[in-house]
């Protein structure tokens, strides 16, 4: 009793409080209460499950944090989300600044980054509302694409259908609009074919998203193919209008033939122009959907490796070896469009029995190989024009492709076309080649 | 049968009455002057300071285990980047403040049910009283004020030497630094999950003491019944601490509902 | 079946200002349903010895604890002096404990704390003294039991009759007017016992302090009782002096100064 615990009990209690200050200290410094900050402002349509008290980062830095969400009032409104962000970093965020709305890995929580602005910009003023990008999401896409090719498929049906009848009730009625006949009837066919290969890329592109591996998590962060992939799907819509216009037109068309009355050559003329723009319009979406498809198997699974992006890569790109590396080396097997194809009654080129048992005898020599080695099917013609060499060459390339794809299980993610026309420096006939070759890009450690 | 069970319920029931009183009057003499303010010091040096190496060497050697486990699930998701915060909140949300006031209420409470046991069967309290000396508060309101003040504390250095425990498993797996350690450590930590799971543990302490002395001032029966009194001491202030961490969790979230989010 | 013997003979010391230190008024009391005292009413003049005689569990013990308030009455009255210690609480109990000396059957020693230190409790408690004259005090209080080398020891390192002399150091130290004495020769052997019973004498004819003892020992009893009651089954079965016992024709009063004679 006589001991003076006084100083020792003291110690202990001021230095539990203390302790326990400093607890509150280092949760006090992530929440900022200790740090000079500024309001900043973002407006998204959609958070994502963005929630209060969400971090903010400046360049991938931690900066702050969400502190408030306004609610938008209306279904168009966008929520205005309120950023607490570290005042040492408001020279970094300038007036081009866009904040996103983010992932934290794949258990993580959302978070809200800011891209640093451009040099020459002003600095965000404070309270300022700086560029939003939009939250990415996997799901929406892949239900607007599916949307859109059901849109095209019906649509086509029913223009064709219409077109048809218009057609053939103009053929009943005026013998004289011949010419005008055949123009649309190659228009339709145009068209026709254009949204085939529309709605089988875009079915590709969703095959593949749904299978995942690999490219899922690349297209999650690469904005420009989120991009293209969107300004499809507008495309698409678009297309679709300008189909539905023309087969309004061509009923209108036939009623006119049938009242006998109208000015029968300003109405033909009319949809025979608009015939043509949407045909301009779905032969553009066969071509962006063919450059998405590609982008989208290739550009993952080659900037993942280092190579090259394959719709950057031009035919005289490829000729000069821009896949092959310094651990890869192309292995090609060569195969004559004689063998390989046959006119069908359209006059388009199909695959023949022979070619499918010549293709499987060259596939035999790349089973071995990784089925994660690139594998290119080079497109092969000979024609009197560089376009028609430059289609024609594609065909016979996506004809093989589908075929091997298919037979042999390949994964389309590494798998590509490529339209050479008739130039082909080492083949077995000398410069110049008609069919298609079939190039695997092996490791060099396998022989 | 219901004649033997209905007199065993009636004194249940005159026994929580009798807690329930006790406990009241603990609270109002606490707050009320004269305060036995030496005597005070005496008991946190007893119940506080020297529960310290107990609480920090334990709070240590949970911290290894919780952040061995914690990785082993973690690296699952790959997410090794979140041992320190899920540990640390772990440790301050609810493992802390438990694991000390289960470590506390066997030391404590088996403490004061033996020494207030024994002082009632050698009459050392009615010789207290004889002093004229307030034998309640001189005892009871010292040990019940002090274990009030040092569950906190103690709290506070269990989830202190936690985190340190996990640091040192975490640095010996991956060499993290300190700084880097708690700074991650508390990035999913809220204040709403810090002060209410701490100030919480001031009912555990008033749990331990109120219960522990209630045990003790009515031990009859001499040696056998101050045993009896040190063990009754720690399974009921344990099992009324785990009952009402129920409650008092249950209230946290009524009044922040952030933290159950 | 009681019989009233003469309870007060002439006052040996006139000089003590209460005439009357302790008084029972028809005490009863109940533990548990059982009747431990039944109307017992006595009175104690002050600056002499009472002793309170019976055998165990007849409720002297309990008549104790009545007079320096550690147990309430069911019915009826306790008086220390002029206040009604059965209806005081708080500050004013302590303020009438703190006349009184209470010696336990085992001391009851705090034993967390030293020997000396148990004797200068108290007057840490109740008086402003600074720490010499408190040691100084506790000191002497213990030379006067004949402790004055054990202050700094621990109570479980003291034998029974240092403890019980120790547990008197304490009872003494705010110099009471009034002593209660529960036992004082229990577990003692009969020469320790007879240094306590001397101890306590020499309080009251040096003091002028008041004895209240409880005890079974009739010898001690014979020493220290200017007065004495006997207790059964919690009513007062006799009173008087130790000659009026010796001369009593009750049954019980007989039997019981005739066993302790043989002992």
Request: charged share 25%.
């Given at each position: 009793?006589?001991?003076?615990?006084?100083?020792?009990?003291?110690?202990?209690v001021?230095?539990?409080?203390?302790?326990?200050?400093?607890?509150?200290?280092?949760?006090g410094?992530?929440r900022?209460?200790?740090?000079?900050?500024?309001?900043?402002?973002?407006?998204?349509?959609r958070?994502?499950?963005?929630?209060?008290?969400?971090?903010?980062?400046?360049?991938?830095?931690d900066?702050?944090?969400?502190?408030?969400?306004?609610?938008?009032?209306?279904?168009?409104?966008?929520?205005?989300?309120?950023?607490?962000?570290r005042?040492?970093?408001?020279?970094?965020?300038?007036?081009?600044s866009v904040?996103?709305?983010?992932n934290d890995?794949?258990?993580?929580?959302?978070f809200?980054?800011?891209?640093?602005?451009?040099?020459?910009?002003?600095?965000?003023?404070?309270?300022g509302?700086?560029q939003?990008?939009?939250?990415?999401?996997?799901?929406?896409?892949?239900?607007?694409?599916?949307?859109a090719?059901?849109?095209?498929?019906?649509?086509?049906?029913?223009?064709k259908?219409?077109?048809?009848?218009?057609?053939?009730?103009?053929t009943?009625?005026?013998?004289?609009?011949q010419?005008?006949?055949?123009?649309?009837?190659?228009?339709?066919?145009?068209?026709?074919?254009?949204?085939r290969?529309?709605?089988?890329?875009?079915?590709?592109i969703?095959a593949?998203?749904?299978?995942?591996?690999?490219?899922?998590?690349?297209?999650?962060?690469?904005?420009a193919?989120?991009?293209?992939?969107?300004?499809?799907?507008?495309?698409?819509?678009?297309?679709?209008?300008?189909?539905?216009?023309?087969?309004?037109q061509?009923?209108?068309?036939?009623?006119?033939?049938?009242?006998?009355?109208?000015?029968?050559?300003?109405?033909a003329?009319?949809?025979?122009q608009?015939?043509?723009?949407?045909?301009?319009?779905?032969?553009?979406?066969?071509?962006?959907?063919e450059?998405?498809?590609?982008?989208?198997?290739?550009r993952?699974?080659?900037?993942?490796r280092?190579?090259?992006?394959?719709?950057?890569?031009?035919v005289?790109?490829?000729?000069?070896?821009?896949?092959?590396?310094?651990?890869?080396r192309?292995?090609r097997?060569?195969?004559?469009?004689?063998?390989?194809?046959?006119?069908?009654?359209?006059?388009?080129?199909?695959?023949?029995?022979?070619?499918?048992?010549?293709?499987?005898?060259?596939?035999?020599?790349?089973?071995?190989?990784?089925?994660?080695?690139?594998?290119?099917?080079?497109g092969?013609?000979?024609?009197?024009?560089?376009?028609?060499?430059?289609?024609?060459?594609?065909?016979r390339?996506?004809?093989?492709?589908?075929y091997?794809?298919?037979?042999?299980?390949?994964?389309?993610d590494?798998?590509?076309?490529?339209?050479?026309?008739a130039?082909?420096?080492?083949?077995?006939?000398?410069?110049?080649?008609?069919?298609v070759?079939?190039?695997?890009?092996?490791?060099?450690?396998?022989? | 049968?219901?004649?033997?069970?209905?007199?065993?319920?009636?004194?249940?029931?005159?026994?929580?009455?009798?807690?329930?009183?006790?406990?009241l009057k603990?609270?109002?003499e606490?707050?009320?002057?004269?305060?036995?303010?030496?005597?005070?010091?005496?008991?946190?040096?007893?119940?506080?300071?020297?529960?310290?190496?107990?609480?920090?060497?334990?709070?240590?050697?949970?911290?290894?285990?919780l952040?061995?486990?914690?990785?082993?699930s973690?690296?699952?998701?790959?997410?090794?980047?979140?041992?320190?915060?899920?540990?640390?909140?772990?440790?301050?949300?609810?493992?802390?403040?438990?694991?000390?006031?289960l470590?506390?209420?066997?030391?404590?409470?088996?403490?004061?049910g033996?020494e207030?046991?024994?002082?009632?069967?050698?009459?050392?309290?009615?010789?207290?009283?004889?002093?004229?000396v307030?034998?309640?508060?001189?005892?009871v309101?010292?040990?019940?004020v002090?274990?009030?003040?040092?569950?906190?504390?103690l709290?506070?250095?269990?989830?202190?030497a936690g985190?340190?425990?996990?640091?040192l498993?975490?640095?010996?797996?991956?060499?993290?630094?300190?700084?880097?350690?708690?700074?991650?450590?508390?990035?999913?930590?809220?204040?709403?999950?810090?002060v209410?799971?701490?100030?919480?543990t001031?009912?555990?302490?008033?749990?331990?003491a109120?219960?522990?002395?209630?045990l003790?001032?009515?031990?009859?029966s001499?040696?056998?019944?101050?045993?009896?009194?040190s063990?009754?001491?720690?399974?009921?202030?344990?099992?009324?601490?785990?009952?009402?961490?129920?409650?008092?969790v249950?209230?946290?979230?009524?009044?922040?509902?952030?933290?159950?989010? | 079946?009681?019989?009233?013997?003469?309870?007060?003979?002439?006052?040996?010391?006139p000089?003590?200002?209460?005439?009357?230190?302790?008084?029972?008024?028809?005490?009863?009391?109940?533990?548990?349903?059982?009747?431990?005292?039944?109307?017992?009413?006595?009175?104690?003049?002050?600056?002499?010895?009472?002793?309170?005689?019976g055998?165990?569990g007849?409720?002297?013990s309990?008549?104790?604890r009545?007079?320096?308030?550690?147990?309430?009455?069911?019915?009826?009255?306790?008086?220390?002096?002029?206040?009604?210690?059965?209806?005081?609480?708080?500050?004013?109990?302590?303020?009438?404990?703190?006349?009184?000396?209470?010696?336990?059957?085992?001391?009851?020693?705090?034993?967390?704390?030293?020997?000396?230190?148990?004797?200068?409790f108290p007057?840490?408690?109740?008086?402003?003294?600074?720490?010499?004259?408190?040691?100084?005090?506790?000191?002497?209080?213990?030379?006067?039991?004949?402790?004055?080398?054990?202050?700094?020891?621990m109570?479980?390192?003291?034998?029974?009759?240092?403890?019980?002399?120790?547990?008197?150091?304490?009872?003494l130290?705010?110099?009471?007017?009034?002593?209660l004495?529960?036992?004082?020769?229990?577990?003692?052997?009969p020469?320790?016992?007879?240094?306590?019973?001397?101890?306590?004498?020499?309080?009251k004819?040096?003091?002028?302090?008041?004895l209240?003892?409880?005890?079974?020992n009739?010898?001690?009893?014979?020493?220290?009782?200017?007065?004495?009651?006997?207790?059964?089954?919690?009513?007062?079965?006799?009173r008087?002096?130790?000659?009026?016992?010796?001369?009593?024709?009750?049954?019980?009063?007989?039997?019981f100064?005739?066993?302790?004679?043989?002992?």
């Amino acid at each position: 009793m006589s001991k003076n615990r006084l100083p020792i009990v003291g110690a202990f209690v001021v230095g539990g409080l203390l302790l326990f200050a400093v607890g509150l200290f280092l949760i006090g410094d992530r929440r900022m209460l200790f740090t000079d900050t500024f309001e900043l402002y973002a407006e998204f349509s959609r958070v994502s499950g963005l929630e209060n008290g969400g971090k903010v980062r400046v360049a991938g830095m931690d900066a702050g944090e969400v502190e408030e969400i306004h609610v938008p009032t209306g279904p168009t409104g966008k929520f205005r989300l309120k950023l607490r962000v570290r005042e040492d970093l408001h020279p970094l965020i300038r007036v081009d600044s866009v904040a996103s709305i983010q992932n934290d890995g794949l258990v993580g929580n959302k978070f809200v980054q800011v891209e640093a602005g451009s040099e020459g910009s002003p600095e965000v003023p404070p309270k300022g509302t700086i560029q939003s990008r939009e939250p990415f999401d996997l799901a929406d896409m892949l239900n607007k694409m599916n949307e859109a090719i059901d849109l095209i498929t019906a649509t086509i049906t029913e223009v064709k259908g219409g077109v048809d009848e218009a057609v053939s009730s103009i053929t009943d009625t005026a013998d004289g609009a011949q010419v005008l006949i055949a123009d649309v009837g190659k228009d339709v066919r145009a068209i026709t074919e254009s949204s085939r290969k529309a709605t089988d890329n875009l079915t590709a592109i969703v095959a593949g998203v749904r299978q995942g591996r690999g490219s899922v998590g690349k297209l999650l962060n690469d904005d420009a193919l989120y991009v293209s992939a969107r300004n499809i799907v507008s495309q698409a819509e678009k297309a679709v209008a300008n189909l539905r216009e023309a087969s309004e037109q061509a009923k209108g068309a036939v009623a006119d033939f049938r009242g006998d009355s109208g000015p029968m050559k300003g109405l033909a003329g009319n949809l025979q122009q608009t015939l043509t723009s949407a045909r301009e319009a779905m032969s553009d979406l066969a071509e962006n959907t063919e450059a998405l498809k590609r982008s989208f198997f290739f550009r993952g699974f080659f900037n993942r490796r280092g190579y090259f992006d394959l719709s950057d890569v031009s035919v005289q790109q490829y000729r000069e070896g821009a896949l092959a590396s310094g651990d890869r080396r192309p292995l090609r097997i060569w195969a004559g469009a004689p063998v390989l194809f046959a006119k069908d009654a359209d006059g388009q080129e199909q695959l023949t029995d022979d070619g499918r048992l010549r293709l499987d005898a060259a596939m035999a020599a790349f089973v071995k190989y990784p089925k994660t080695s690139p594998f290119v099917i080079e497109g092969y013609a000979e024609a009197d024009t560089g376009d028609v060499r430059f289609l024609s060459s594609r065909r016979r390339a996506e004809l093989v492709r589908d075929y091997v794809v298919g037979k042999y299980g390949l994964d389309p993610d590494f798998v590509a076309i490529m339209s050479m026309g008739a130039e082909a420096d080492d083949s077995p006939t000398g410069k110049r080649w008609d069919g298609v070759a079939l190039t695997m890009f092996v490791p060099r450690s396998v022989s | 049968m219901l004649d033997r069970a209905a007199p065993a319920a009636t004194a249940a029931l005159a026994t929580v009455g009798e807690v329930w009183l006790f406990a009241l009057k603990a609270v109002r003499e606490s707050v009320l002057p004269p305060f036995e303010f030496r005597e005070t010091v005496r008991q946190l040096y007893e119940l506080g300071v020297r529960s310290a190496p107990l609480v920090a060497i334990s709070g240590l050697a949970v911290g290894v285990v919780l952040s061995m486990h914690t990785r082993a699930s973690l690296e699952r998701f790959g997410a090794e980047a979140m041992i320190p915060a899920g540990l640390a909140i772990a440790l301050v949300r609810e493992t802390g403040p438990l694991t000390a006031a289960l470590l506390l209420s066997g030391r404590i409470g088996a403490g004061i049910g033996a020494e207030l046991g024994a002082m009632k069967v050698t009459e050392q309290i009615d010789a207290l009283e004889a002093t004229a000396v307030d034998s309640f508060r001189y005892l009871v309101v010292t040990r019940v004020v002090a274990c009030v003040i040092a569950l906190p504390i103690l709290t506070t250095i269990m989830n202190f030497a936690g985190m340190i425990g996990g640091y040192l498993a975490e640095t010996a797996a991956t060499g993290m630094s300190l700084s880097l350690y708690f700074t991650s450590a508390f990035t999913l930590i809220d204040m709403t999950d810090y002060v209410p799971a701490t100030i919480k543990t001031m009912v555990f302490g008033f749990i331990i003491a109120t219960m522990s002395s209630y045990l003790g001032f009515t031990t009859t029966s001499g040696t056998e019944g101050v045993g009896r009194a040190s063990t009754r001491a720690v399974v009921l202030s344990s099992m009324l601490i785990i009952v009402s961490n129920v409650i008092l969790v249950r209230l946290i979230f009524f009044i922040f509902p952030e933290v159950a989010g | 079946m009681t019989e009233t013997l003469e309870a007060c003979e002439t006052s040996a010391r006139p000089a003590a200002p209460p005439a009357i230190a302790v008084r029972l008024d028809g005490v009863t009391k109940e533990f548990a349903g059982r009747r431990v005292l039944d109307d017992v009413s006595f009175e104690v003049p002050a600056g002499r010895g009472f002793v309170i005689l019976g055998r165990s569990g007849t409720g002297k013990s309990v008549t104790l604890r009545h007079i320096i308030g550690l147990a309430r009455p069911d019915r009826g009255r306790v008086f220390v002096g002029d206040d009604e210690i059965s209806a005081l609480d708080g500050p004013e109990l302590s303020r009438v404990r703190r006349r009184i000396g209470f010696l336990f059957q085992n001391a009851a020693l705090f034993d967390s704390i030293s020997v000396g230190e148990n004797v200068a409790f108290p007057l840490r408690r109740h008086t402003r003294l600074g720490e010499p004259e408190i040691r100084q005090r506790a000191g002497d209080k213990l030379a006067a039991v004949g402790l004055d080398k054990e202050y700094d020891k621990m109570p479980a390192d003291l034998s029974g009759g240092m403890r019980k002399r120790a547990g008197l150091a304490r009872a003494l130290a705010l110099d009471p007017d009034l002593i209660l004495v529960d036992e004082p020769s229990a577990g003692l052997d009969p020469i320790t016992a007879d240094e306590i019973d001397d101890l306590l004498l020499g309080l009251k004819r040096s003091g002028g302090a008041t004895l209240v003892v409880v005890t079974h020992n009739i010898p001690s009893a014979r020493r220290l009782g200017d007065s004495l009651v006997m207790l059964h089954e919690g009513r007062i079965v006799a009173r008087g002096s130790a000659a009026d016992f010796d001369r009593s024709t009750n049954e019980l009063v007989r039997a019981f100064m005739a066993s302790q004679h043989a002992g």
